[in-house]
C-alpha cells in the first residue's frame, strides 16, 4: 500500500513547474532566496485579492519526495535491524535509533 500512495503522491508532485530548491545552492536554500519568485507571486496575488492556486506553486523537490524519503529510512531502519538480530541487549537504543534515522532521512544533502 504505502508504495501505491508513494507513486500517486510523487506522481501527482510533478505538474512541470520544477522547484528552483532542486538546483539552489547552499546560501539560496540558507537564505530561501530559491523562493523569491514564489513570495513575488503570492504578493502580486494578494494586492488583486486573488490567492494561490495548485499550478502557482513549484513541484515537489527530488529530496523531499517521498519515494527518495521512504528508500533513505528503510535502508536506516533495515541496518538498525539487522544490528539488533546480532546484539539484542540494544533494544533500550531503539527509540534513539529511530530518532536518528529519521534525522537522517529529513535533514538537507
Same mark, same amino acid.
Request: net charge neutral.
Given at each position: 500500500? %504505502? !508504495? !501505491? +500512495?508513494?507513486?500517486? !503522491?510523487?506522481? #501527482?508532485? $510533478? @505538474?512541470? #513547474? ?16 530559491? %523562493? ?24 515537489? %523537490? ?5 519515494? +527518495? ?6 535502508? @536506516?531502519?533495515? $541496518? ?6 546480532? #546484539? ?16 537522517? !532521512?529529513?535533514?538537507?544533502?
Amino acid at each position: 500500500i %504505502a !508504495v !501505491v +500512495v508513494d507513486d500517486y !503522491v510523487d506522481d #501527482n508532485a $510533478r @505538474r512541470g #513547474n520544477p522547484s528552483p530548491e532542486n538546483t539552489a545552492g547552499f546560501i539560496s536554500r540558507l537564505l530561501y532566496l530559491w %523562493a523569491t519568485q514564489l513570495f513575488i507571486l503570492t504578493r502580486q496575488k494578494n494586492k488583486q485579492g486573488q490567492e494561490l492556486e495548485q499550478d502557482d506553486l513549484f513541484d515537489v %523537490a527530488e529530496i523531499d519526495r517521498t519515494s +527518495v524519503l521512504t528508500k533513505k529510512f528503510e535502508d @536506516r531502519w533495515n $541496518r538498525f535491524l539487522t544490528r539488533l538480530e546480532s #546484539n539484542p541487549t540494544a533494544t533500550k537504543h531503539a527509540a534513539s535509533e529511530l530518532k536518528w534515522s529519521l534525522w537522517y !532521512v529529513i535533514r538537507r544533502r
